[in-house]
């Protein structure tokens, strides 16, 4: 049995993230998402870079944001991955983003498995599968 | 009986919103879902702006995005805003991204209604509710 | 004798371009030149997506900016951009952001002309010069 | 005599950040600027959070940036942020991008210093002042 693997970023809130209400804008969390996904890749030792040099692509084919509570400008933020499931050639990654442990904001994407030559879905080969999900 | 009001923004996709892949970034839908929301209410006769003189805000309480289809550096988009529903203190806009009547993304976002004076939630006075749902 | 080309681009700002203070964040309008910038080219008849199927590149070597008054949500602006000068193997836009006829910001970039294949500077093909100087 | 004092980021670029040319966009350039000019603040011992509860604003009135090499994604930048100088009503901050110790980029910005409730110049306290330029 292996302990779930998380991708983690710890991140200040810039000013640029911000908007005029004085909290941060609603897009920038699919960008925050999109960082702790790739710490999750590299905390499993593969990373994106890594799998985009095997032919392999995870295009976003689905978002979904919860927004709970608003980021501020300086807010230390910790976002943290999970890899919900993998199945054939879909994977779910789970997301949610905090501040001195209060939840602002949870969701998850839906990533195709793409060949970067064909760009039609393709199954991991089973090594790279194995590493995702820590039957190592 | 009314027609159903559109937010209607064109927009010519600049290098800033690609990614490596070659392709907009994921997180930009939502920058364009907004301005779609904009011109929506702008098409109802009362302005983003002029909605929060009267101490109201529509802060988003939840995001959904699907991709079709990728958006490309210099594609003409359309982007179009509807409201789906408004009951209580919350309302659904429902968006769509096309590029030469291709379908590239469409979703929705869900909003509060706010006082931005006791950041509580309020009903819409009856005038603003019926700008918005068009029974004029 | 020519008249000056120009890449003309109107915006209307959303709430993803402001920050707390109210105002478009100083990054966002090097976006905006940017986007003028492919206006002058689709202007003088040569888009930048046909530049590049050309095998050529004009990476930002240096930008400036001046910033004058702020641009603020719902503002609709215009953004212009102008030949400066092209020499060699560089070029320099002029930009300027107004609204409402009173200036928002200037600017410029110099760019070096690159080959996409080898990455090195080269001088453009005179055809491709006399488009863009307006000297057809 | 006191050393120089420096704000310092690492950050790893994301896809977000990246264009179509596979490097990071250049407007990106000036939110690193920023993030740097943050922690610069907060090894002074004044946050930027704090100088805006004492009614201070920095509004940007110039930036200025070279571009030397691209920064790519997954690579590891880091951003250091020093104060120019602070005469008067305005002061300069020194920003350079490197990645292993190569220079991706180097620039400036001049700010304002304005009351928040005027919107005014205004001279800096002088133990804000002293802050500032480590005459502590």
């Not at 790739?38 to 976003?60: I, S």
């Not at 998850?108 to 060949?115: D, L, N, Q, R, V």
């Amino acid at each position: 049995m292996t302990a779930t693997r998380q991708g983690i970023v710890h991140y200040r809130v810039p000013y640029a993230d911000t908007d005029q209400m004085g909290v941060v804008y609603y897009g920038n969390y699919l960008t925050y998402f999109e960082r702790s996904r790739n710490e999750l890749m590299r905390a499993c030792g593969l990373t994106y870079k890594e799998f985009e040099a095997k032919k392999l692509m995870l295009p976003v084919v689905h978002a979904s944001i919860d927004y709970k509570n608003p980021a501020r400008y300086d807010d230390e933020l910790e976002i943290v991955a999970e890899l919900a499931w993998l199945r054939g050639v879909r994977m779910q990654v789970n997301c949610r983003v905090t501040c001195k442990e209060v939840l602002l904001a949870e969701g998850y994407t839906i990533h195709a498995i793409i060949s970067s030559e064909t760009r039609k879905p393709v199954r991991l080969p089973e090594d790279v599968q194995d590493v995702l999900t820590g039957n190592g």
